[in-house]
């Protein structure tokens, strides 16, 4: 009876402390449960949505990427730059951050897949030389339009407007980033189960010697997993610059760990007990719906980590509890 209600707290545990919370928070707050408060929730988790998916992708063959916050900081002070300092055009700025974004995840992956390091402290070494390189760009200073230097003189450009719609505009009532978020985590769920590479990723996950024996590039699996680790992180940097208009120092610094937090709450959805993309977006969901919750009801900011870290040790209760039943 213990195993049956602990199988069934861990394949739909997510999503009824969900439906819990929203009941919850309707009840204790008539504008909670209404339209454009709930596309809010949406808006404010796409950010963090799109840092999680990378790191849910180098999770899925076993590895780990500290790096995707300081990465969030660079591209999007990056992108910020190109258009305020260098007046340069939409698809300049674009292309710039994603490349930005691969070229941090080929770092990682010489690291990790050639040199050997392991994941961990190949990403953290990462992830202070991004930081250092994004601070030292920046000289410090958060880049907004017509900003004034030390000299006196004023920066000659400003954010693009369609630029902007990224993060601010909406269709129909429902924030661009949100659809844009909704087509990435569909795409990423078909190309894991549905096509030979995303299970090329799991199987080198699973068992990388076996993978190896039975002909997968596992060299090859990890890098792809990584580089798009770093792409992933880029979106979320370029919807960021978006969303607030101008180019934030250490922006993505507090994103690692709530990404992280979005990736293992997904571990226990629908039982999967492994990395999965709409997992992931659940757990962000779940995350959102806490801290609107507790926002609107005037509590102290700080006491949001408390309340994010005790669902988290939740989720990853229940999900080790009874994978490790499962095992013996």
């Known amino acids: ?27 204790k707050l008539p504008y909670f449960f209404t339209y454009s408060n709930m596309a809010d929730i949406l808006g404010s988790i796409t950010i963090v949505t799109f840092v999680a998916i990378g790191v849910t992708l180098s999770l899925i063959v076993d590895g780990f990427d500290l790096s995707v916050g300081s990465t969030v900081s ?13 007046q340069q055009p939409l698809y300049i700025v674009i292309i710039g951050s994603l490349v930005i974004g691969a070229l941090i995840g080929l770092l990682n992956a010489l690291l990790i897949v050639k040199l050997r390091i392991p994941d961990l402290l190949a990403t ?16 410090g200073y958060t880049i907004y339009n017509h900003m004034e230097f030390p000299d006196g003189t004023k920066a000659p450009g400003e954010m693009n407007t369609t630029f902007l719609q990224l993060g601010q505009g909406k269709w129909f009532g429902v924030p661009i980033s949100v659809i ?35 002909g997968i590039k596992v060299k090859k699996v990890r890098t792809l997993a990584y580089v798009a680790s770093g792409l992933f992180a880029a979106i979320g940097g370029i919807v960021f610059a978006s969303r607030v208009g ?31 993309v709409i997992g992931t977006f659940i757990g962000s969901v779940l995350i959102g719906v806490l801290v609107n919750g507790l926002t609107m009801m005037n509590l102290q900011y700080f006491t949001h980590d408390i309340v994010k870290g005790a669902v988290l040790v939740l989720a990853l209760s229940v999900t080790f509890y009874v994978l490790n039943r499962s095992k013996t």
């Open 1 to 27: 009876m213990k195993d049956k209600l602990m199988n069934l707290a861990f394949r739909y545990g997510a999503i009824v402390v969900i439906i819990g919370v929203i009941a919850f928070f309707s009840f």
């Open 74 to 86: 660079l591209t999007t002070v990056v992108s910020a730059s190109l258009m305020i300092w260098y």
């Open 124 to 139: 953290l070494a990462v992830m202070y030389i991004v930081s250092g390189i994004h601070k030292t760009y920046a000289q």
């Open 180 to 214: 844009l978020l909704l087509i990435a985590v569909a795409l990423v769920h078909i190309f894991l189960t549905r096509t030979k590479y995303g299970r090329h990723m799991y199987v080198t996950g699973g068992n990388e010697e076996a993978a190896r024996l039975s």
């Open 246 to 276: 101008s180019g934030q120092i250490d922006a993505g610094a507090p994103l690692l760990m709530e990404a992280v937090a979005a990736v293992f709450v997904g571990f226990s959805v629908f039982g999967a007990g492994k990395p999965n």
